[in-house]
């Protein structure tokens, strides 16, 4: 099979000036190309720092995260980027787009920032936005869009690149049941076409569901459900 993310024996600690607390504790997780999964628990128990410890955004305080087999443990800040650029999306509960750039320009961006030719870079990003039903909003500034669309602008922009894995921190979070489903079946659709792994934080059980594996975060620990 193939590997896309591994950890091993993870820990992360944070010391507020008095005490340690520890949130996650020897963790373990492999996750697969082509796979999906749900990672439950509640509210502060770790997941949105799970996530940005597998992405390179934060560092573990001990145990080993492998990108693409790559201990970034062993790589500076640039290498840390160009990795996740090379490999990871990331989706978040708030989009994230850039408020000055119409949904096209926002999906083309990373194309562009790794230097891909700047029509070629539209093209695909007018295809993609095709896709997934925003033919008619390829112009509209973030603001001009309801939040399903702003959400969907924000799957287009973490798929354009064909990453192998896609995280998503609570991506349905702010939506309601009609367009979370929606930007849900958009998002699994898109992983099967492209076989990549997708990887999503929710404490919503009908999300998880629809997942081949979940997983629940717990004690500082991943459990099989
Ligand atoms: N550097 C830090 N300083 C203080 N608190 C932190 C720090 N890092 C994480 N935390 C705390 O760790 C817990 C886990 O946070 P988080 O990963 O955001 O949880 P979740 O995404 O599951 O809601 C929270 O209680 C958060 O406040
Ligand atoms: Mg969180």
Same mark, same amino acid.
């Given at each position: #099979?193939? @590997?896309?993310? *591994?950890?091993?024996?993870?820990?992360?600690?944070?010391?507020?000036?008095?005490?340690? $607390?520890?949130?996650?504790?020897? =963790?373990?997780?492999?996750?697969?190309?082509?796979?999906?999964?749900?990672?439950? &628990?509640?509210?502060?128990?770790?997941? /949105? $720092?799970?996530?940005? =410890?597998?992405?390179?955004?934060?560092?573990?305080?001990?145990?080993?995260?492998?990108?693409?087999? $790559?201990?970034?443990?062993?790589?500076?800040? *640039?290498?840390?980027?160009?990795?996740?650029?090379?490999?990871?999306?990331?989706?978040?509960?708030?989009?994230?787009?850039?408020? !000055?750039? /119409?949904?096209?320009?926002?999906?083309? =961006?990373?194309? =562009?920032?790794?230097? !891909? +030719?700047?029509?070629?870079? #539209?093209? @695909?990003?007018?295809?993609?936005?095709?896709?997934?039903?925003?033919?008619?909003?390829?112009?509209?500034?973030?603001?001009?869009?309801?939040?399903? *669309?702003?959400?969907?602008?924000?799957?287009?922009?973490?798929?354009?690149?064909?990453?192998?894995?896609?995280?998503?921190? *609570?991506?349905?979070?702010?939506?309601?049941? @009609?367009?979370?489903?929606?930007?849900?079946?958009?998002?699994?659709?898109?992983?099967?076409?492209? +076989? /990549?792994?997708?990887?999503?934080?929710?404490?919503?059980?009908?999300?998880? $569901?629809? #997942?081949?594996?979940?997983?629940?975060?717990?004690? &500082?620990?991943?459990?099989?459900?």
């Amino acid at each position: #099979m193939n @590997k896309i993310i *591994e950890c091993q024996n993870l820990n992360y600690s944070y010391n507020d000036g008095k005490n340690e $607390t520890s949130i996650l504790n020897t =963790l373990n997780l492999s996750v697969n190309l082509g796979e999906s999964i749900a990672i439950l &628990g509640q509210s502060g128990c770790g997941k /949105s $720092t799970l996530l940005n =410890l597998l992405g390179g955004i934060d560092k573990a305080s001990s145990g080993k995260v492998l990108l693409n087999n $790559t201990n970034l443990a062993t790589l500076n800040e *640039e290498q840390i980027t160009k990795l996740r650029a090379q490999h990871l999306g990331f989706i978040y509960q708030f989009h994230h787009l850039l408020k !000055d750039f /119409s949904a096209l320009d926002n999906v083309a =961006l990373p194309l =562009l920032i790794r230097g !891909d +030719n700047k029509k070629i870079a #539209m093209i @695909k990003a007018n295809e993609l936005l095709t896709n997934i039903g925003l033919k008619n909003r390829l112009n509209h500034r973030p603001s001009e869009l309801s939040g399903g *669309e702003r959400q969907r602008v924000a799957i287009a922009r973490a798929l354009i690149t064909n990453p192998s894995c896609v995280l998503a921190d *609570e991506p349905t979070g702010n939506l309601d049941e @009609k367009n979370a489903a929606d930007v849900l079946s958009i998002m699994i659709k898109l992983n099967q076409v492209q +076989n /990549s792994a997708l990887v999503i934080v929710t404490h919503d059980e009908k999300i998880a $569901t629809k #997942m081949q594996r979940i997983l629940t975060l717990e004690n &500082g620990q991943l459990n099989e459900s």
